[in-house]
């Protein structure tokens, strides 16, 4: 007897329908999103303890560590210091970005909700044993 989606008898059509509609609810959830960055040089990245930390002060050590790692690139304290600004860099960049819904009316907001909600429903429906 052929077996349906997950080796269950649950039915490879809900499977097939549930995914088409997980993928186009969150596709246009996603695409509803607006990223705007709040970064630039003199920004401050993060703080500590009350101290704020800018791009600038980030960028320092991170110069200092790759001009150590070009004269010598076995010295640990240089790759240390060149990979830790660069992670603390990168962790600034995303830690101030600001995220919001696109403007929509409330039918788009539903339609979208209803997609990948109902669709997250008939995929798992779909992996359930109906032989029982």
Known sequence: MARGAGGNDGGTMSFVLGLAMMIGGGYLLLNGIVVRPNFGMGARVF????VAITSGMVLIPFMFGVGMVF???????GWILALGSLLALIFGV????TI???????FDLIVILVLLVGGIGLFLRSL???SR
Do not use: C, L
């Not at 919001?100 to 409330?106: D, K, L």
């Open 94 to 97: 995303i830690v101030n970005m």
């Open 47 to 50: 703080g500590i303890g009350g």
């Open 128 to 130: 359930r044993d109906f």
């Open 71 to 77: 004269y010598n690139a076995h010295n640990w304290f």
């Open 100 to 106: 919001q819904m696109a403007r929509m009316s409330g």
